[in-house]
């Protein structure tokens, strides 16, 4: 039983109503501490915590409730919380708590009127919620003698499914003596139940509604007879809304209920013994962190803005020395604050601050949350503050409204390639024409614009703001706050809306451990085989893992990190017999295409730049294509008719038979989630693995003696020219 903290003390028969003032005193202390009264046996019953809420357990409770129940559990819940309460103790005792907790910190000051002061605080470390221990010491101070002892406790928690949390604490671990007792080793033995849960659908969604608990107190030296016993129940029929109840032996029964809003609640409790009325407790709680309740007031209604900006890509890295492209925008924050607006119930749309972005495939992945959150119901205004780009205007068009600045300038959505360029190829033209309709017809589409209209227009120069707005291409002229309270209108919020930003996480967390996982390894920029390869085992080999997504953003690498990459693959999927799904990302070509053939489903975006496939002039190249229609499942005439180094976007490589499926990233964790047969609505966890790709030997090899000739392998930009690497041919 953690040390110092208040406990009902185990009596077959309470005090009389009769004792004088300090004999209350001592009970209340007996009771809330479970320290043994004078007269009491040498091994007495232990005491069993005295509850705040009304359902708390050393399984259970993981806010700043762990102060008092398990050292392990702190701020589990929230990322911070303060709870003050107040307990008046029948005829006449009174304790005050103040709790706090925070990233594994928790701190108690108990103060039981008339007796005991108690100063506590302990720390948490573990792998989240697989394995955590908890240590900490509590300072005891008699007011009346000046006494002070020190008493330490140690609790472990651990939730191995969704459905299930054990907890134990070990308490008086070095038997402090204190008031002339000594405080006997106990240890308090806890299970927490989530019946719902078993059902894994809704295993974090209904499953969190309903959570039972149990826990027995056995003392070290006393006999299992002295074994105190509580089980307890809490209830949440309406989202903030909570019923508790617990019952103990010693015929010990307490109710409670509880108001949550969005970030405090109320909370009252009583507790019953032999049919009368023992004591009451009434809390007010604080926290960081957002409750998802159906108590949070209109006024807490809000939008959220998010800033799309840069060269957009899967992780951050400056490209080498001749891409000259400067450094990358990672587009994972994004996405992410983009889920967590759908999510959240309080924010009823986003206004997207977008300026000089490019990477068409990851734009496109981006249009997609832009759906997902206008299917919602949750309105998205796109704020040009400075014009647009062929790839602002992209993502731009596929919102509820675009405003723009009247200063603003717009330059061709879609360019023709630039006669400058260095190795301007065929196929570079042929790319970027495909890639100019595909961007006329999505805006054309979005924007209901003429198809026909609309390509002259945007492949000429747009101008001024009034020029776009006349076009079509934007719906009004304004500055920020004119966005804002478009979004506001649309939201059916007033006017000068609250805005948040949703960089940090926000929502509360309920749920108990999410075990099912999928393994994202991100190869980006040149490939290195001794990075990757570490990745991919590690991903394959995590327990808990069900399938592996290998997303690729590469032009290739050397040849040889290309194949012990590849063999890494095969060799992991043939030892662990999990999926693999490849998810292409910008470019996936030459080496970056090879090693997407162990996929056992392949999917591009639109505008992914894929294939550049050897022609078979010579032996390795002949065998490159035989191991493409092999793995595949194509005949070497549809290889031969697709190679020749030739890339393809995402729409032509699948018309070739290249990939299987148009689709991004989150389309591609849906397909592994298929393929590792894991029930639709089962929330599962995703476990990145990201890092350096190469090691600067490994870029070295990278590049290759072509790159010395003025032919670095490098992620091109969208508008520029092709490039080539390792030793195919440029077409």
């Known amino acids: 039983m953690p040390a110092g903290s208040p406990r009902a003390q185990a009596a077959d028969r309470a005090a009389p109503a009769r004792a004088a003032a300090p004999a209350h005193a001592a009970l209340v202390a007996a009771l809330a501490l479970g320290i043994p009264a004078v007269g009491w046996a040498v091994a007495p019953t232990p005491g069993l915590v005295s509850m705040v809420f009304g359902d708390e357990s050393a399984a259970t409770a993981d806010d700043a409730r762990a102060a008092l129940f398990n050292p392990a559990a702190a701020s589990l819940r929230y990322p911070s919380e303060f709870v003050f309460a107040w307990e008046r103790a029948r005829p006449r ?109 809704v295993a974090h969604t209904l499953g969190t509604d309903l959570t039972l608990s149990a826990d027995a107190v056995v003392p070290e030296d006393g006999e299992w007879s ?31 209920v509880g108001l949550e809003g969005v970030r405090g609640g109320l909370h009252a409790r009583q507790a019953y013994r032999d049919g009368s009325r023992s004591s009451e407790t009434y ?17 807490e209604r809000r939008v959220a803005a998010v800033r799309v900006s840069g060269d957009l890509a899967d992780e951050r890295r400056d490209l080498p020395p001749a891409g000259g492209a400067g450094e990358t925008t990672p587009v994972a924050p994004i996405h992410d604050q983009l889920e967590r607006a759908l999510a959240d119930p309080l924010t009823r749309g986003v206004l997207l601050d977008v300026g000089d972005t490019s990477n068409l495939a990851q734009i496109e992945e981006l ?78 589409a979005a924007r209901g614009l003429d198809h026909e209209r609309s390509k002259a227009l945007l492949d000429g120069p747009i101008g001024t703001a009034s020029t776009a707005q006349r076009a079509g291409l934007v719906d009004s002229i304004g500055y920020r706050e004119e966005a804002l309270d478009a979004l506001a209108g649309m939201c059916g919020l007033r006017t000068g809306p609250r805005v948040i930003g949703l960089e940090c996480p926000r929502a509360a967390r309920r749920e108990w451990r999410v075990p099912t996982r999928v393994a ?36 290739g690498g050397s040849a040889l990190a290309c194949d012990l990459v590849d063999h890494a693959l095969s060799r992991m999927k043939r030892q662990t017999a999990k999926p693999l799904v490849i998810s292409m990302g910008g470019i996936a070509a030459g080496g970056g295409y090879h090693i997407a053939l162990r996929g056992d489903r392949l999917l591009a975006d639109r505008f992914t730049r894929t294939g550049a496939i050897a022609a078979p002039a010579d032996e390795a190249s002949r065998a490159l294509v035989a191991e493409v229609a092999e793995m595949r499942r194509l005949k070497s005439a549809a290889v031969d008719s697709a190679a020749g180094g030739r890339q393809w976007m995402g729409d032509g490589a699948l018309a070739h038979g290249l990939v299987d499926e148009i689709g991004g990233l989150d389309r591609a964790i849906a397909e592994a989630r298929r393929l590792a047969h894991i029930p639709a609505g089962e929330k599962i966890a995703i476990a990145e693995y990201r890092g350096p790709v190469a090691d600067a030997r490994e870029r070295l090899e990278g590049y290759g003696p072509r790159a010395l000739r003025g032919h670095p392998a490098r992620l091109p930009e969208s508008a520029g020219p092709l490039e080539w690497v390792d030793d195919e041919p440029a077409p």
Do not use: M
């Open 520 to 555: 994202v390894v991100y190869a980006s920029g040149v490939i290195g085989s001794a990075t990757l390869t570490r990745e991919i085992e590690s991903a394959f080999g995590r327990r808990g893992v069900r399938a592996v997504v290998l997303r690729i953003e590469s032009p």
């Open 93 to 201: 005792g009174e304790v005050n708590h103040l709790l706090f907790a925070r990233d594994g910190f928790a701190a108690r000051v108990t103060r039981i009127k008339d007796s005991t002061e108690f100063f506590g605080a302990s720390f948490a470390r573990g792998s989240s919620e697989r394995l955590r221990v908890g240590l900490g010491p509590t300072w005891l101070l008699d007011p009346r003698t000046h006494q002070v002892a020190t008493d330490w406790r140690l609790g472990a928690l651990t939730r191995p499914t969704p459905w299930l949390s054990l907890g134990g604490v070990a308490e008086h671990l070095f038997q402090s003596d204190f008031q002339s007792r000594r405080l006997g080793r106990a240890y308090d033995l806890a299970v927490g139940l989530r019946p719902l849960a078993l059902a894994r659908p």
């Open 367 to 444: 249009r997609g949350r832009v759906a997902e959150l206008r299917a919602k119901g949750k309105p998205v205004v796109a704020y040009l503050e400075r014009g647009g780009t062929r790839g602002d205007l992209y993502l731009a068009s596929d919102c509820d409204r675009i405003v723009t600045t009247p200063r603003a300038t717009f330059d061709a959505l879609a360019r023709r390639a630039d006669p400058a360029a260095p190795r301007k190829s065929p196929t570079d033209d042929r790319l970027l024409r495909q890639e100019r309709e595909l961007l006329v017809a999505a805006v054309s």
């Open 283 to 299: 809390s007010v709680s604080i926290h960081e962190g957002e409750d998802a309740s159906a108590l949070a007031s209109r006024g």
């Open 226 to 256: 002295q074994t105190r016993v509580r089980v307890a129940v809490a209830l949440e029929p309406r989202a903030g809304v909570l019923l508790r109840a617990a019952f103990q032996d010693h015929r010990g029964v307490q109710i409670g």
